[in-house]
T-cell receptor, first 110, second 116 residues
Framework: DAKTTQPPSMDCAEGRAANLPCNHSTISGNEYVYWYRQIHSQGPQYIIHGLKNNETNEMASLIITEDRKSSTLILPHATLRDTAVYYCIVRVYGDDKIIFGKGTRLHILP | GAVVSQHPSRVICKSGTSVKIECRSLDFQATTMFWYRQFPKKSLMLMATSNEGSKATYEQGVEKDKFLINHASLTLSTLTVTSAHPEDSSFYIC????????????FGSGTRLTVV
């Protein structure tokens, strides 16, 4: 079973920052937070992952609360191409499975 | 970056026939590959895990005789849907884990199977 809870859908205006929340209250000390997204009829795409420190790459930023029970994925300047389902996943680094929850369907509004 | 090629992207077959889907890691060796299926507007469901040279491990409720998985080399895994029925119509996606640990997992682009 998925260990995360995400809102089923969100809207964001084009050009604004999209902030996608994720709750993972039962996360273990050795579990990382991963984010993937799936654009319609494509395979999932890795976005970012982190353990406890905030992380940033060319796609997004990941903010993890100090107690690690929740996190937020930030797309700094959303475009129409960011319309997708975003999945927050917790797993042990190097573990052999990725179990997907229901994700958040992000709609970018022109 | 790591690339996983999945083929075909779309396939239509008749009920009772078998369909093979290929998943190749193009620029890395994949010790482990995973197969998922996804119904419209639903999340991905893990079907099985395959390790090179050994039998696949199927998730509970997945019929191993219906969904045959072969992982004969470090760059190729195949999923064969045997005696396909309309209810097998779905989006099938593979992913691969590279040698040496966690590369963030790379997913194929998926195969849309329609059984008529």
């Amino acid at each position: 079973d998925a260990k995360t809870t995400q809102p089923p859908s969100m809207d964001c205006a084009e050009g604004r920052a999209a902030n996608l929340p994720c709750n993972h209250s039962t996360i273990s000390g050795n579990e990382y937070v991963y984010w993937y997204r799936q654009i319609h009829s494509q395979g999932p795409q890795y976005i970012i992952h982190g353990l406890k420190n905030n992380e940033t790459n060319e796609m997004a930023s990941l903010i993890i609360t100090e107690d690690r029970k929740s996190s937020t994925l930030i797309l700094p300047h959303a475009t129409l191409r960011d319309t997708a389902v975003y999945y927050c996943i917790v797993r042990v680094y190097g573990d052999d499975k990725i179990i997907f929850g229901k994700g958040t369907r992000l709609h970018i509004l022109p | 970056g790591a690339v996983v090629s999945q083929h075909p992207s779309r396939v239509i077959c008749k009920s009772g026939t078998s369909v093979k889907i290929e998943c190749r890691s193009l620029d890395f060796q994949a010790t482990t590959m995973f197969w998922y299926r996804q119904f419209p507007k639903k999340s991905l469901m893990l079907m099985a895990t395959s390790n090179e040279g050994s039998k696949a491990t199927y998730e509970q409720g997945v019929e191993k005789d219906k969904f045959l998985i072969n992982h004969a080399s470090l760059t190729l895994s195949t999923l064969t849907v045997t005696s396909a029925h309309p209810e097998d119509s779905s989006f099938y996606i593979c992913s691969a884990q590279g040698v040496g640990g966690d590369y963030g997992y790379t997913f194929g682009s998926g195969t849309r199977l329609t059984v008529v």
